[in-house]
């Protein structure tokens, strides 16, 4: 029995009927190609009126295949889908031609669009015929969620899970979680102690009964899929037995090597061989650097061995594997800062009293290695002019093309610092200011109220070479004053560099190993920019804080809160559904060759020793195709991508240079002819 | 390695000590430089502000003049260097431009496409092709005690930044550091000598000088080493005028940074051209290697 096609061609407004003649299109499609029972255009086939005509002509007509001309699959094959499944028909028996992203709105020429609209329309209508109905799978998702990253964004996430009572791992790659903000010393527009805010949640942490804490570890690899990820965590040695180690500290205060600590300090204080980063870690558990530590470089020393009241020190631990299965994957991995030095016209670690904006929150904050004084690099004299610089790396074509977003307000925030602590002008070079988030501008307008000088202008070079009297000793600030119109030399005492945002640099690895993408600035890329900027291409995987992209505190806590309460909506659903585009392998003709085994980028094909055949396991295809292409023998098939769908979907798509007549060339003279053309 | 050479019209008059030293180092670093057959003047910085189709097709024969068999060229002269890759860039980048020069190249049966020669400053060679270990390797008298304030200037570093960065430029710093001198972090390294300032604003000429005089001098420079016969001719020939009016007293040798090589390679100072300084350079190096006559250190 023919099938019975319904075509509908969608005006979308004027997004495609201004270039196609949409009219044209339906009653070409209904005039030439064969077995389209209905053909119709209308205003906007999503709307619920829209979907109201397809169900009706699926009753009223007994129509067994849809089309529609519309927009891209990924806004409203959902959509159509659903209303085909509502009229009885199953969804897979739908087809979506491209008509606007791909036809309407990449040309004005009025006649090629509607002609390449008809093309589009044939190559489906033609495609639909050899559809069959296929039936979605449904997986249970395990209610364990691994989050990578224990900076705020992925404290939140975690707390939110655990707090719901779902189990969360944890992995960090640091001796302690906090992040960034455990660094900081005050958090802008409010002038909140980070600390105050932010302990009180690195604990509930590390004590909250669903939380498995794995500190100083990282994500070695991650295989599965949605609800069902199998995932490998590298647990870094501490040389520290965690069970035994009481955190009483004694190992670090004897600790006789003393080195510069590029990490927690930002390379501004030090710490010791064996150490915990900060007086509140968590956890307390110190770790020995092993590059530094005495005993493994030189084979001398253990001191920590032998005061360790608890006997906790282990020098033979070794790095372990830790292998756990959860459903849903959350990384929130964060940023490293733009290395300064990258700008030598500004002298960073050239001038001494060149600071990185790292730096200088380590100076501020009363646990840092000045205690919170505001001093040179000498470690006592008291700066009479500081001037901050903007944008270092960030908006800048050479380096980073992106606003960091948080620059400006932690440049107002360190502007009130100083002007609070010492009797210094503060001087800020900005660019543009940007201060549009809730009660930022008025933290702007403060500064300015306190006296902060603000000069405008993208300064030239930072430089101790004096020309005048006044400018022996300082460092002089180079820049045009584009307000005033000129040049200006301004001397200063210490400058800050506000150093750009930038992806961690192991980013894009730790993408490929879960399996999504970064954008052409290094960060993490979201399944959508406005709708869905937690979700990720790959189902099961989501992301927040600042490895999706700069943004401040409040932001970052945001999207930790909204990627759980995704994770947590699917772990209370209990099951995701699995497409059924899947691969699938017909034994009598499988050779056992298993070319497919190694090719398969998601691991999803098994080898039956026994039988001598390959299978797909359907929970983990993607559908992906590489196995059906790469077959020697044809023996795999690629459900809703057949061999003769696609063909006959070629088939359509060359239309106009049919053979003349309205012949149509069997799809086995095309396939002779791609097998001839080798 | 072979390498088409530009000398430039100041290297034959008032920078021949660049011209010698240069051959010189070349030389002894096995860099073979074969002099492009009846060259012009590059048109220096002037010509490109005026006409650009003309200054572009002066610099182009010069160009359409190298060996086909050789693909480099090297220029020591920063203006030449600049106006030799500008005009192949320009020529790559317009095509209307190059159809037009290469037209007026015709005229004299030449043609160049633009691409087929690289351009390089003889710093870059030096650094990059050469390298650290076979510079050190030619030391015989190592600088140790001579405090060099390595110059860069403008044309050299920017606007096209193939091998050092625009804004603070290291490779010069860099290779005296292979030759064992004392290298002076010289902040005013790439700024500007002012140029052909001192023939239309005297006043404001004599502040771009004195403020690299200046920078050196604070710093305890023994002598300033420089890449660009200009930036050598305004510090060196114009000195004496900037003491006079700012009541200064800078006495601070401006030579090559090619003498300084040669001088490490032991190269007698009569053949890299010493002596044709206005301050004099020669007895400062004398002094600070501890050397009683500099041309009598045996050559390897």
Same mark, same amino acid.
């Given at each position: ?49 829209? &979907?109201? %005509? ?7 007509? !007994? ?62 209508? &033609? ?49 302690? %979680? ?120 030189? &084979? ?70 000045? $205690? ?273 769908? %696609? ?29 001839? $053309? !080798? | ?197 001192? &023939? ?50 800078? $006495? ?49």
């Amino acid at each position: 029995m023919a099938e019975r096609v319904g075509v509908y061609v969608c005006h979308c407004g004027s997004n495609i009927a201004g270039t196609v003649d949409v009219e044209d299109v339906a009653k070409w499609a209904s005039e030439n190609i064969a077995d389209v029972a209905v053909s119709r255009e209308y205003k906007f086939m999503c709307s619920s009126l829209g &979907q109201q %005509i397809i169900e009706e002509d699926i009753k009223t007509q !007994g129509l067994s295949r849809v089309v529609v001309a519309a927009c891209s699959p990924l806004l409203h094959e959902k959509t159509f889908r659903r209303a085909c499944e509502h009229a009885g028909l199953n969804p897979y028996l739908f087809q979506m031609a491209n008509i606007r992203e791909q036809v309407s709105w990449v040309t004005e020429d009025k006649t090629a669009a509607t002609q390449k609209a008809k093309l589009s329309v044939a190559a489906a209508a &033609q495609r639909i015929k050899h559809q069959r109905p296929l039936q979605p799978s449904q997986v249970s998702v395990n209610p364990a969620t691994l989050v990578v990253g224990g900076g705020i964004a992925g404290i939140q996430a975690t707390l939110e899970l655990a707090d719901s009572g779902y189990h969360v791992y944890l992995v960090e790659r640091e001796p302690s %979680i906090g992040g960034h903000m455990a660094q900081f010393d005050k958090t802008f527009p409010t002038l909140d102690c980070s600390a105050c805010i932010l302990t009180p949640k690195m604990s509930e942490v590390g004590q909250h009964e669903h939380v498995t804490l794995l500190t100083y570890s990282e994500l070695e690899e991650v295989s599965g899929s949605v609800g069902n990820f199998k995932v490998k965590v590298r647990k870094r040695a501490r040389h520290v037995k965690e069970d035994v180690c009481n955190g009483c500290g004694i190992c670090s205060q004897k600790c006789p090597k003393k080195l510069i600590d590029h990490g927690f300090e930002a390379g501004f204080g030090q710490r010791k061989a064996i150490y915990t980063p900060f007086p509140q870690a968590v956890p307390r558990t110190p770790v020995i650097d092993t590059e530094a530590c005495v005993w493994f470089q030189r &084979q001398k020393c253990r001191v920590c061995e032998k005061l360790c009241p608890a006997g906790a020190i282990d020098f033979e631990q070794q790095d372990q594997i830790v292998e756990l299965e959860v459903g849903n994957i959350i990384l929130a991995t964060g940023w490293k800062l733009f290395d300064c030095t990258k700008l030598p016209q500004y002298g960073y670690r050239r001038l001494p009293n060149v600071y990185s904006a790292m730096e200088f929150e380590r100076m501020c904050n009363a646990a840092g290695p000045t $205690s919170g004084k505001i001093v040179l690099r000498d470690g006592k004299t008291e700066p009479e002019s500081v001037a901050i610089i903007h944008c270092v790396g960030s908006r800048d074509s050479g380096h980073h093309s992106y606003c960091s977003n948080v620059c400006c307000m932690a440049a107002l925030k360190f502007g009130h610092l100083v002007l609070e602590k010492t009797n210094a002008d503060v001087y800020s070079f900005y660019i543009d200011l940007r201060t549009s988030h809730k009660d930022y501008e008025e933290f702007y307008q403060r500064l300015l109220g306190e006296g902060m000088h603000f000069v405008r202008g993208k300064v030239a070079e930072v430089t101790n070479a004096d020309r005048m009297p006044l400018e022996t000793g300082k460092l002089i600030v180079q820049l045009e004053d584009t307000l005033l119109g000129r040049q200006r030399r301004v001397p200063v005492d210490m400058v800050i560099l506000m150093g750009a945002l930038e992806p961690q640099a192991d980013a894009t690895e730790v993408g490929r190993t879960c399996g999504i993408a970064c954008g052409a600035a290094g960060w993490f890329t979201e399944r959508h920019p406005k709708l869905d900027p937690v979700a990720t291409m790959t189902d099961g995987i989501f992301v927040a804080g600042v490895c999706q992209g700069p943004k401040d505190i409040p932001a970052s806590v945001a999207q930790g809160a909204a990627a759980a309460a995704r994770v947590g909506g699917m772990i209370a659903k209990g099951t995701v559904t699995i497409e059924p585009i899947t691969a699938s392998v017909d034994e009598e003709r499988c050779s056992g060759c298993r070319i497919c085994n190694a090719l398969c980028p998601y691991s999803a094909i098994e080898f039956d020793e026994e039988k001598e055949v390959s299978r797909v396991n359907v929970a983990l295809c993607k559908g992906c195709g590489t196995c059906v292409a790469a077959c020697p023998a044809g023996a795999i098939t690629g459900a809703h991508f057949t061999d003769d769908q %696609i063909l006959a979907e070629i088939e359509g798509a060359l239309w106009d240079v049919r053979p003349s007549g309205g012949e149509q060339p069997a799809a086995g003279a095309l396939v002779q002819c791609a097998v001839d $053309s !080798g | 390695m072979k390498c088409a050479y530009y000398p430039g019209c100041s290297l034959e008059s008032s920078s021949a000590a660049y011209d010698v030293s240069v051959r010189e180092v070349a030389d002894m670093l096995r860099i073979e430089l074969l002099e492009i057959d009846d060259w012009n003047c590059c048109g220096a910085t002037e010509y490109f502000s005026q006409d650009e189709l003309t200054a572009a097709a002066v610099v182009a024969r010069n160009l359409a003049l190298v060996d086909p068999q050789l693909d480099q060229l090297v220029a020591p002269c920063a203006a030449c260097y600049l106006n030799l890759k500008k005009t192949d860039h320009l020529m790559a980048e317009n095509p209307k431009l190059c159809e037009k020069v290469n037209q007026a190249l015709a005229a004299g049966g030449l043609h160049h496409r633009p691409g087929r020669v690289r351009v390089r400053h003889l710093l870059d060679v030096i650094h990059t092709d050469v390298g650290e270990a076979a510079v050190r390797d030619k030391v015989v008298r190592p600088l140790s005690g001579v405090r060099v304030a390595p110059y860069y200037g403008c044309q050299v570093v920017r606007p096209f930044t193939d091998f050092d960065n625009p804004e603070y430029p290291m490779k010069l710093d860099e290779l005296f550091t292979w030759l064992g001198a004392e290298v002076v972090d010289y902040p005013a390294k790439a700024y500007c000598c002012g140029g052909h300032m001192t &023939q239309i604003s005297e006043s404001q000429a004599f502040e771009l000088i004195r403020r690299l005089l200046q920078c050196a001098a604070s710093r305890n420079a023994d002598l300033i080493a420089c890449m660009c016969p200009m930036c050598q001719l305004n510090l060196d020939a114009y000195q004496g005028q900037v003491n006079g009016h700012f009541r200064s007293n800078f $006495s601070l040798p401006i030579v090559f940074f090619t003498q300084l090589l040669g001088v490490a390679f032991g190269i007698e100072a009569k053949r890299l051209g010493f002596g044709k300084e206005i301050v004099p350079a020669e007895t400062v190096i004398r002094d600070r290697l501890g050397l009683p006559e500099l041309s009598n250190v045996p050559q390897t």
